[in-house]
Every structure is written in C-alpha cells, then in structure tokens.
C-alpha cells in the first residue's frame, strides 16, 4: 500500500513516515501544497494524507485538484482546526475523513485502515490471488506454491502481489516503480531486476513450471 502524507511539519511527517513503513505502507512525502498536488495528480497512491493549512497552496486547493483530475483515493484531512463548518466544507469538496490535530497514532491508523478497506469491499473482500498453483493470502502475508510455504522479503512480497494483481498483463518498469517503490527510489538502478532474479529463484523452483516471465524492451508478467 502507497501513501501521500502532505504536510509541512517534519516533526509530523517524520514521526508518521517512520511508524507507516514499519508497518509495511510505502510512503511519499510533500512539504507545501503545491508538491501535494502534483504528485496526487501524477502519481497512483492507494491513500492520502493531506494537511490543511500549507504553505503555497492549502489542503481545501490541493483536495479539489486532485478530485478534478478524476482521482478516487481516499484522502483523510488532517487540520488543526475543529470547527465543523471547514470539516463540513472539506467533506463537500470530496475528502473520506477528517482528523483534527494533535491525535492519538493509533486513532489515525485506525481510520487509514478504514478507509483502505473501502476498495477491498467493492471486490468481494478478496484476500487470496491465486496464479497456477502459486496462492498468496494478502491478509496474512502468506505466499505457497504447490502447498509449499514460501519466505518471501517485504519488497518481495509486494513485487509479487502487483505481478499476481496483473496477472497475464505485462508490467513495465515504471508501473513497478510506482506501484511497489516509493519516490526516492532510483529509476537508473537494477533494483527491479534484482527483485525479479530473487522472487524467480524462489517461486519459479526446481521442477515447477516457469511462471515469471520478461518482456524485453517491455516489462514482466506472470502466467
């Protein structure tokens, strides 16, 4: 899972993007209201953090810009502002949530964790990919093949749930990027590649059918 956090308070940002990775949520950040905006246009985020008050450009701006783009991730406002007519104004305006500052971590996971399941329930709660005899249960972390348990590092795990996720589809390695990297990754590096030689040495074993497959010039599939 891939996450905006757009706020000008490093403290916040830093304390927020340390907590959120260790729980496995890949995370960029944007500093002022106009970077927001910008990377919430371009780029696919499964949720989006988003300050109010910003320098540059405020929260109520950047939430209405992305929406006029025709973006549908779910957005939690974060304000330090109480006064129900901004929470009202902001709920109008196409916002999921709204917190109001200082509160409680755990508080702020749980209404992430809400509103990450919003797109799960349109999908009938699948929780299992399953591409010929490889399964992954995405709740539990689990991943076999052949009945066979198979460890699989973090990176390695969400490399392999976006392939499963397109699977017969060929993915380039600018969606990878997007999908399973975070925005400091570098674009230049092999990192993809070697990503795709460990996952193959895992899941592509002795006397199993190859499955993960390289387009050249193209990208990857699996099938």
């Known amino acids: 899972m891939k996450i905006l956090i ?21 995370v960029d950040i944007a500093k002022d209201g ?42 939690l406002m974060l304000s330090v502002r109480s006064e ?22 755990f508080e702020l996971v749980a209404r992430i964790k809400a509103l990450l399941r919003r ?22 972390h689990v991943v076999k093949r052949n009945n066979k348990e198979i460890y699989l590092t973090q990176k390695e795990f969400a490399l392999l749930v976006y392939l499963m996720e397109n699977s017969g589809s060929v993915v380039s390695r600018s969606m990878i990027l997007d999908h399973v990297w975070d925005m400091n990754a570098d674009p230049f590096s092999n990192t993809i590649e070697s990503h795709i030689l460990n996952l193959r040495k895992k899941i592509d074993i002795d006397g199993e059918r190859k499955l993960i497959h390289t387009i050249p010039k193209i990208g990857y599939k699996i099938g």
């Open 6 to 26: 757009v706020d000008d308070e490093n403290e916040i940002t830093d304390f927020l993007a340390t907590h959120l990775r260790s729980e496995a949520f890949l």
């Open 119 to 140: 797109p799960i329930a349109i999908k009938d709660e699948i929780s299992e990919l399953v591409v010929d005899n490889v399964i992954i249960d995405t709740k539990k």
């Open 84 to 105: 129900t007519e901004m929470k009202i104004e902001c709920l109008n305006a196409g916002a999921d949530d709204y917190l109001v500052k200082p509160s409680s971590y």
């Open 34 to 75: 106009e970077e927001g905006s910008s990377l919430g246009r371009i780029n696919a985020y499964d949720l989006i953090l988003l300050d109010v008050m910003l320098p540059k450009k405020n929260g109520l701006e950047v939430l209405k810009e992305i929406r006029m783009q025709g973006k549908a991730v779910p957005i």
